[in-house]
């Protein structure tokens, strides 16, 4: 087998560490797989040069901040590579250059444009474990690029991608994927398997496992990927695309956010167009416009009422504010914190009776739902903060999640 | 002007002195000069990473190591580029193969093969400052490479032979080169300007100040260097091809070693190739032989009497045991440390006399002989321990260095 591993920061965060996911390396070398490894910066290390950084310049430029931050995960290659040896392993260290992980010019959030692998086969071909450096590319001028959030496990993924690896393993500091938070929800239990889709819902609904940009490249390489612990030896959870066998599973999981905020524009002036301004100034501001609530048109005038991420709360008053000057018209206000629970499952493109079920058990614990969004694989509503860990609970029994 | 200035690890060894050598440099660019910057890892940085290597690894791989070390220096760099940009100059990092500095493949210990500079040349032009990583290269399949002690003074000085630029600085702890060392001889003057040949013996005779392969390749590429302190602004001394005006001066320094260890062997077959045998032994092993004091034949047996440096002592005695027993014949001893006294000046070459006032200064003060070893621009003696102090105070007197 053609195995990639991904390890986290948490995972290599000192020399014991690193030693322990030497060993890890070697049980899968000793049963005879080819293994390419791909690793993060030691946890703090990123932080301590960012740190120095903001000493010397507090906007530092962001291609010498990719030329800092590079050297994180280029300690760790070597580091591992020397445990790897201590252990009689054959390995070798490669950078994201010389893994041919070439990007675009975007420093500190560049995008894979191509990857060649560099020699990672003819060395996998001469028996050696490959350790990459995560998160780092270089762009057609030769320059160090970074991926930005996320992205050790892009470049894992893509690695499996290119080298058609038979699974790629996401080693972090949890056991895989549950079916709700269990800090929430008791009887969570790990999902054993599930699509693209439903970790990409998931992810987006406040289960936050992986970046969605590494699921999409996932689905779209067709890459087999699984999310474990590097500290124990349980298997965690497969993610590919949708089998047979997943549709028997209607829903896989529960989500909760607690983390929206409303926010209610009166009196805008009801005419064509509007939303659309309205909406693109809150794009260009990079805030994400989550659920709309309301949009009632009443004698030329309109209110509508949307959430927002409670971190982009006030910037998002700030630019509407702006926005009503402009149309001359309306008043801009936040009203209040609510909660966002969600039930995901590709089974329920074949399986009526979701949706009906789902209100039902909300309706049978009295719980007021204040405003409804759908997509193909996924039900949210968003209800009061104070209902909302009840609401994940119930839904979780009552499709089954804990059996 | 066309500057290249090298930093060693002190003066860079946090962000307050990382932001002390940006402004210096800025002094350069504002009076209009290009410059080239080469520094070194953050003292201490290089250390630490060795014993995180050691502690995974007792013997680690020399590849894996320069994978590890070389990000000593890209840290440097792009927290120097930082600090350039806080003070509005324009500027840019790059690692050793960015500049084009090629080497063999000879990891740990490389030496360079060929230097293109990468764009420094289009960097300068464009108004940029051009900060390089020390101390690494790349080999020809791609490999980072580290090119051992004194490696960012030498990447420093191949970058001026490259680039033709009119001075190469070297700063680092030391105000410049002494006419003696300045703990021993208290009346010691800072030397302005002396030759790579004179530097050249003063360093090899315990003067510590550039290692030899620097001023070597300066000797060989004509490269101007001044050796400069990096805490004071005062001009340090420049060293530089045998020029008309240095012919003046007879003697530009007294260097003493207070290292040497005596070995004698006693009754070794005193036949042809015995002492080519005892030599190529010795310096199989690394050791290298210093002065020979004696070498006396009788009856067919012959003693001989060298010194080599204290640290080579016993590996030198294991060393020579193994060879008398291959020999069949001859003993080992090791006959006491003695100290080295030299005066060094290229003005000998043509200046008669300098020997004569040499031995007889020293027979003034009473000071015996013990071996004598000569080169163009340099007399060598060995003496006494004791001695060691008086001699070197009395000829620096004696050659009118104090003036």
Do not use: W
């Amino acid at each position: 087998m053609l195995v990639v591993q991904k390890y986290g920061g948490t995972s290599v965060g000192d020399t014991d560490r690193i030693m322990n996911v030497a060993k890890r390396i070697k049980t899968f070398v000793d049963r005879g797989d080819k293994v390419v490894v791909v690793v993060s910066a030691r946890s703090g290390v990123t932080n301590a040069l960012i740190e120095r950084a903001k000493t010397l310049n507090s906007s530092p430029d962001e291609r010498e901040m990719d030329m800092l931050l590079s050297v994180g995960e280029q300690e760790t290659i070597a580091l591992t590579a020397m445990a790897l040896h201590s252990l009689g392993v054959k390995a070798v260290s490669r950078t994201g250059a010389q893994a041919g992980i070439f990007t675009d010019f975007a420093h500190t959030r560049a995008h894979i444009t191509e990857i060649t692998g560099g020699d990672i086969r003819q060395c996998l071909d001469d028996g050696k474990v490959v350790i990459v450096a995560g998160f780092q590319g270089v762009d057609r001028e030769g320059n160090v690029t970074t991926l930005g959030r996320g992205g050790s496990d892009l470049s894992a993924i893509a690695l499996a991608a290119i080298l058609k690896a038979d699974i790629c393993q996401i080693y972090t500091d949890v056991n895989g994927v549950y079916t709700a938070d269990p800090r929430v929800v008791k009887n969570a239990k790990k999902i054993p398997e599930m699509s693209y889709e439903e970790l990409l819902e998931m992810a987006s609904l406040g289960s936050k496992v992986m970046q969605a940009r590494s699921v999409e490249f996932a689905q779209k390489f067709n890459v087999v990927f699984e999310v474990r612990s590097s500290f124990n030896n349980e298997p965690g959870t497969i993610v590919k695309s949708e089998a047979p066998s997943l549709e028997d599973v209607v829903i896989s999981g529960v989500a909760l956010d607690r983390n929206q905020t409303k926010v209610t524009l009166s009196d805008i002036p009801d005419r064509p167009g509007v939303a659309a301004e309205i909406f693109r100034e809150l794009g260009e501001a990079g805030i994400v416009v989550d659920m709309i609530v309301q949009n009632v048109g009443r004698g030329g005038r309109a209110n509508m009422t949307f959430t927002v991420s409670k971190d982009d709360a006030s910037k998002a008053e700030k630019v509407l504010k702006k926005t009503c000057a402009e149309l001359k018209g309306g008043t801009v206000s936040l009203t209040g914190d609510i909660a966002k629970v969600s039930v995901i499952g590709t089974g329920m493109r074949s399986h009526s009776g979701v949706a009906a079920k789902f209100f039902k058990v909300l309706a049978d614990n009295n719980i007021n739902v204040q405003v409804i969004t759908t997509s193909e694989i996924k039900i949210s509503v968003g209800i009061s903060l104070e209902d909302a860990e009840v609401a994940a609970n119930v839904l979780h029994s009552a499709f089954n999640l804990d059996k």
